[in-house]
């Protein structure tokens, strides 16, 4: 058996393009932009703020749920506008508020330390999706199901939610940091 041969039989030019054409579609070169921006924004974040992020959602999500003045809020704009926007737009403002009122705390002081890339790049994916699966569940389904299209099942169904909930809180005691003896 002669190495050289064996990779020149192998190398086949044409059936690499061919398997490598494959995944320059616009649908996968947006699968690698949104892994970018997640990469990007664990970076950017730390294991601190990404902690206290995390903490906000759920604040955001039960005080957008509820909210009493919702109604009152979606009457008083144009009926041209979407209902679900303003839902959006108040668990936004609800979740950057809690945020900056989380990080100005006393429990900022919890410093977490560093912790690994990969951890920190994992809990900025769970924040990611679950901010999604919050956003799509505000969303009225059949507009959430044709938008989303094939990651609907993923983020925007109940399940979706309750999941992306549960496994954000699952993944907390896995942020502990092991300390050497």
């Known amino acids: 058996m002669d190495p050289v041969r064996d990779i020149l039989k192998f190398s086949n030019l044409s059936s690499i393009t061919a398997n490598l054409s494959g995944l320059t579609g616009p649908r996968e070169l947006f699968v690698m932009l949104i892994i970018v921006a997640v990469f990007l924004y664990g970076m950017s974040i730390g294991k601190t703020r990404a902690l206290m992020s995390l903490l ?38 609800l979740y950057i508020s809690a945020f900056f009122i989380l990080y100005r705390s006393s429990l900022r002081r919890l410093s977490m330390g560093d912790m690994a890339l990969t951890k920190v790049l994992l809990i900025s994916l769970f924040q990611i999706g679950f901010i999604g699966a919050v956003m799509a569940s505000f969303i009225p389904e059949a507009t959430s199901e044709k938008s989303l299209g094939v990651i609907y099942p993923f983020i925007g169904t109940p399940l979706a939610l309750f999941v992306w909930s549960l496994i954000s809180l699952a993944i907390l005691p896995l942020m502990k940091e092991k300390r050497s003896r």
């Open 56 to 93: 906000a959602i759920y604040v955001a999500l039960t005080l957008t749920n509820l909210f009493p003045f919702l109604e009152t809020l979606t009457k008083a704009v144009p009926e041209s506008f979407e209902p679900y926007f303003i839902k959006v737009g108040l668990f936004f403002a």
